[in-house]
């Protein structure tokens, strides 16, 4: 039996691969602020990196693991074990899903399960296409309009499940006609 | 040393201070299950199914993490106890494939044994289980995630003992797993295929990749010529995979039961070990005179080879250049055997009975073609060729022995002794001291590059030159002897390495579940083979002087190059 959010897990896998062509020159400096080099200048190195780029990219790690003879898998449990850091950049669209009482209480579990499962993606990931990242928040502070997420700095209030496949498609719709608009100009 | 008194279930003992529960309740003769627990590192108390009770503690301690005191009153098989065990072992349960049928451990699986030995006859969790696809990137090493049980002992070997961090504890909650970073497949990241997490892993997410199954189908193909050959350890560690003590000597077995089970020829890689000798001590004292790089460090370990290419590419001129020994006798084998008997090198196919994973990988180097075909076509593990022992039915302690094959089959003590680490530095040593002052040693025996220490140093006196030379095994220690180099700072003329601690005799091919008393009784078999050998210098070996005269002209002559000598390149860390 797999259900679709372990498929969604599975299919992140190669996700990582994808952010390999970047500029490292920021990680060599922010590497030479921390020199002399030591094994526990790791997380001040990795939250410059991330503040730089916006997340940890691959290369960067492998970059930095060799400049503090630690291998780039410690490095990734690191980075993975903390949430503060992320792996790949976020999506055009970031879609927060809040998880405070309130909405909690008006059914923002089954939102966010609605929202994984309409983008086959993890809270906390993007999709392959780089269009859209869903994330978790503790409170926007909207209860009165509770469940409530977030797309971009819009709120929507008071939504259902249904909700959720309607919101996904009018911001792709939203992209098609930016696209066809670049097109015709 | 200070002691301290004790009564475990019972009894009273007197250990060290400073001894964890768990040592001095083995000691006292009762056995506590462990999972996370790995003798020789720092315990981490994370699996906790080894918790007692210890009176007057208000919780189950951890007995592997947790230290003896004066008048401590333990027990270890309380109620309360199983019960903790029994609820620990079924989570590990509900979480886990149910495979036990098809599953290669099936049999000497420790998290089987503990489901076996605490009675378990359901599993009351049910939940979802994690799902992750199996890697078979490595042509040494595979990983099959959803049957780790998280112990970390593979993290801490592959960090602590091998000092290279291939697989970590990466995620968090559920989604924890062992795995290298942003789930890379395994042949892409910097493991050196050592195999010594597979040895330390007690469930079957960490195996080897398999060859048996192409194995059997050159077996069975009348048009394939098919020749083994056995390393020197795996005849001293193949009895435990049939239930014998470790430490038994099953060489003559071994070759019964390869021909039995259909290999045409049975050659010996000690054939190889004797050649290697030969030919790295003509590269030792060409070096010394020409002022080539020094110290030359051997290079018949792959798993130590690759650990070099991705950490110290810079100091690929100190490797000798003689290819490991069953790289070499394939070599041998698809020219000289093959020219010898007219037997086209396409139809003959080499398998390497080995107790190394990284020799897996070893075959599929490029540079180590013999005039366009591969040396070796396939390595099997002392396990996977006890396996294929047992599908054909054979009763392999009670075969009588036979001998190796011809051309290629005679060895001399020297070559047994690679089997253990500081082996090929002492046999190394006996021919050197001959092609230095022309003269025999007297007394053969190196003992103090002898043993299981991970750094070995010694001042060896030949003629009047005096060497030193160091020994390192396990690729930490390694990192030592490199780090001394790239400083400029080694005092030392030539340097063994091998990427597994203790040597070939706890290679990743080995039987799993040893640990250092099973290495000493292996190690110990390997000296009395020496022993009892008529011939202890590699050099006397009558079958290498013929191939030199008849094949290979000197050593270190163009041809011995061609076939015996190879290159490496730089690989990138990750
Ligand atoms: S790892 Fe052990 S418990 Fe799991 S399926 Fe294999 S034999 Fe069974
Ligand atoms: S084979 Fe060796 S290097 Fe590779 S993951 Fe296992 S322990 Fe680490
Ligand atoms: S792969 Fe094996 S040794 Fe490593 S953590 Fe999992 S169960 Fe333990
Ligand atoms: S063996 Fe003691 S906690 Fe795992």
């Not at chain 1, 996700?15 to 094994?39: F, M, T």
Request: hydrophobic share 40%.
């Amino acid at each position: 039996m797999i259900s679709t959010t372990e498929f969604a897990s599975i299919a992140r896998l190669d996700n990582g691969h994808k952010n390999r062509e970047v500029d490292l020159a920021a990680v060599d400096e922010i590497l030479d602020s921390y020199r002399p080099l030591a094994p526990h200048a790791l997380i001040p190195i990795l939250q410059d990196v991330q503040e730089h780029y916006g997340f940890l990219p691959e290369a960067a790690l492998d970059r930095i693991g060799r400049a503090l003879d630690i291998s780039t898998t410690r490095i990734f449990g690191v980075a993975t074990f903390y949430n503060q850091f992320r792996l790949h950049p976020l999506g055009k669209h970031v879609i927060r899903i809040c998880r405070g009482t309130a909405c909690h209480v008006k059914g923002s579990a089954a939102l966010l399960d609605t929202l994984e499962m309409e983008l086959n993606i993890k809270a906390g990931s993007t999709t392959k296409d780089g269009l859209f990242s869903i994330e978790t928040v503790a409170c926007i502070g909207a209860c009165s309009i509770a469940p409530v997420a977030m797309v971009g700095d819009k709120f929507h209030g008071r939504l259902t499940v249904k909700d959720i496949p309607r919101l996904v498609k009018s911001l792709k719709r939203e992209d098609a006609k930016g696209a066809a608009e670049k097109a015709v100009a | 040393m200070p002691t301290v008194d004790l009564t475990i279930n019972g009894r009273e003992i007197t250990v060290e201070a400073g001894a964890t529960i768990l040592q001095a309740a083995r000691l006292a003769g009762f056995q506590i299950p462990t999972l996370c627990y790995l003798s020789g590192l720092s315990p981490t108390g994370a699996c906790r199914v080894c918790v007692v009770e210890v009176e007057g503690a208000r919780t189950l301690v951890p007995s592997c993490a947790f230290p003896v005191a004066d008048g401590m009153i333990v027990r270890t098989h309380t109620a309360r106890v199983r019960a903790a065990r029994t609820a620990i072992v079924q989570l590990l349960l509900a979480n886990h494939p149910q495979e036990c049928l098809t599953c290669v451990r099936n049999g000497d699986c420790e998290l089987q044994t503990l489901t076996r030995e605490l009675n378990i006859r359901e599993i009351p969790f049910q939940g979802e289980r994690r799902l992750a696809p199996v890697d078979s990137s490595s042509p040494a090493i595979e990983r099959d995630p959803e049957k780790c049980i998280l112990c970390g002992r593979c993290v801490r070997v592959c960090q602590e003992i091998q000092n290279v961090g291939a697989i970590s504890f990466t995620k968090r909650g559920f989604q924890s797993e062992v795995a290298p970073a942003y789930d890379r497949q395994l042949d892409i990241t910097s493991c050196v295929n050592c195999g010594q997490c597979i040895i330390q892993c007690p469930t079957g997410a960490l195996r080897e990749h398999s060859s048996v199954r192409r194995v059997w189908e050159w077996l069975q193909d009348p048009n394939m010529h098919v020749v083994a050959q056995t390393a020197p350890a795996v005849r001293v560690g193949i009895g435990e995979m049939f239930g014998a003590a470790p430490g038994g000597i099953y060489t003559g077995q071994l070759v019964t039961a390869l021909s039995n089970i259909g290999f045409d020829r049975v050659f010996d890689t000690n054939f190889a070990a004797d050649l290697t000798i030969v030919e790295e001590a003509t590269e030792l004292v060409r070096r010394v005179k020409n002022n080539e790089p020094l110290p030359m460090i051997t290079s018949c370990s792959p798993g130590w080879i690759k650990y070099c290419e991705h950490y110290y590419p810079d100091l690929i001129p100190h490797l000798s250049t003689c290819r490991s020994p069953h790289e070499m006798l394939g070599a041998l084998i698809k020219s000289y055997y093959a020219e010898q008997y007219g037997i086209f090198p396409g139809n003959i196919a080499v398998v390497s009975i080995m107790p190394c994973t990284a020799k897996k990988f070893e075959t599929e180097r490029p540079e180590l073609e013999t005039n366009g075909f591969p040396s070796v076509d396939a390595v099997l593990t002392v396990r996977e060729v006890a396996r294929m022992i047992k599908t054909a039915g054979i009763d392999f302690l009670n075969l009588p022995p036979r001998d190796f094959d011809n051309p290629l089959g005679t060895s001399t003590g020297a070559a047994d002794i690679f089997a253990s680490t500081g082996g090929v530095m002492e046999a190394a040593l006996r021919t050197a001291a001959f092609y230095l002052t022309g003269k025999e040693l007297a007394n053969v025996d190196f003992r103090d590059v002898r043993g299981l220490r991970g750094i070995k140093e010694a001042r060896i006196k030949i003629g009047d030159m005096e060497v030193n030379v160091a020994v390192a095994s396990g690729l930490a220690n390694a990192k030592v002897l490199m780090d001394q180099i790239r400083k400029g700072e080694s005092p030392y003329t030539f340097i063994e390495i091998m990427g597994c601690p203790g040597g070939c005799i706890n290679g990743g091919g080995m039987p799993q579940g040893s640990n250092v008393e099973t290495v000493r009784a292996r190690m110990r078999a390997i000296y009395t083979i020496d022993q009892t050998k008529v011939y202890r210098r590699s050099h006397q070996n009558p079958a290498i002087r013929k191939l030199y005269e008849e094949y290979l002209g000197e050593p270190g002559s163009e041809r011995a190059h061609h076939l015996l000598h190879t290159t490496y390149m730089a690989r990138e860390r990750s």
